[in-house]
């Protein structure tokens, strides 16, 4: 079902491309103003701020591009900049990184879009596949800070619930798309179905950025506070 009110998709895909590139910017501009300690997680989230953009842009021209580079690479470039800011937090507050599981469930988007492309072609079982994998790259991401003994603190949590928000609506997404298969020309349509997938992937990268330096400030100001009491001059 299309959206009553006339809204273009692929302007506001590609609108969040430049936000986000924009937001990878400002990222360098405050790096050196950031601890050293945090620098890590922040290198591979500033990865996840360019790869986000590359694979949004990729969605928005992919009428203008060969399927190739449209579908599998776009596909890809999105679940990499997630495999990313899962890593960037779990590296932030410690945790092993499981970089072979994110990696390998990465390069599981990229082949299963080549697969239901040419070799047996599905638009519902690339749909469903891709948004089950990368439903699995933000839950580990939400996990790292909504974990049993997980950091507490209204900004981690609110961090996490975004992941785990996110995580629930590829899920919705991949349902959604085993019940009422779309077409081609309804991937970039204005339904609520889609706006609520792609809103997603839009908004994400841009509110968890906010929460994340807000993360590495907290960090900051409790090593300064945990100084200045070992500090007895």
Excluded at 40 to 69: E, I, V
Excluded at 102 to 112: D, E, N, P, Q, R
Excluded at 140 to 148: D, E, P, Y
Aim: charged fraction near 10%.
């Amino acid at each position: 079902m299309a959206v009553g009110w006339s809204f273009d998709l692929r302007t506001a895909v590609l609108f969040g491309a430049l936000v986000t590139l924009l937001t990878a910017g400002l990222l360098l501009l405050s790096w050196r103003s950031l601890r050293g300690n945090v620098r890590p997680g922040l290198r591979w989230w500033l990865a996840a701020l360019l790869f986000q953009p590359l694979g949004l842009s990729l969605a928005y021209l992919h009428q203008l591009l060969p399927t190739w580079l449209s579908v599998p690479i776009g596909n890809t470039a999105l679940a990499l900049a997630l495999c990313c800011m899962a890593i960037a937090l779990r590296a932030f507050y410690g945790m092993p990184q499981r970089r072979p599981a994110l990696f390998g469930i990465t390069a599981l988007v990229g082949v299963s879009a080549i697969w239901f492309i040419y070799v047996m072609p599905s638009l519902q079982w690339l749909i469903v596949t891709r948004e089950v994998l990368l439903a699995a790259l933000l839950a580990s991401a939400a996990r790292a800070v909504l974990r049993r003994d997980g950091p507490p603190g209204r900004v981690p949590r609110l961090t996490g619930s975004l992941f785990a928000l996110a995580t629930l609506m590829m899920l919705v997404r991949a349902a959604h798309e085993l019940l009422w298969p779309i077409t081609w020309s309804q991937v970039m349509a204005s339904t609520y179905v889609n706006l609520l997938c792609l809103g997603a992937l839009v908004v994400l990268p841009l509110l968890a950025t906010v929460g994340f330096l807000l993360m590495c400030t907290e960090r900051g100001q409790e090593e300064l506070e945990r100084t200045a009491r070992l500090d007895f001059l």
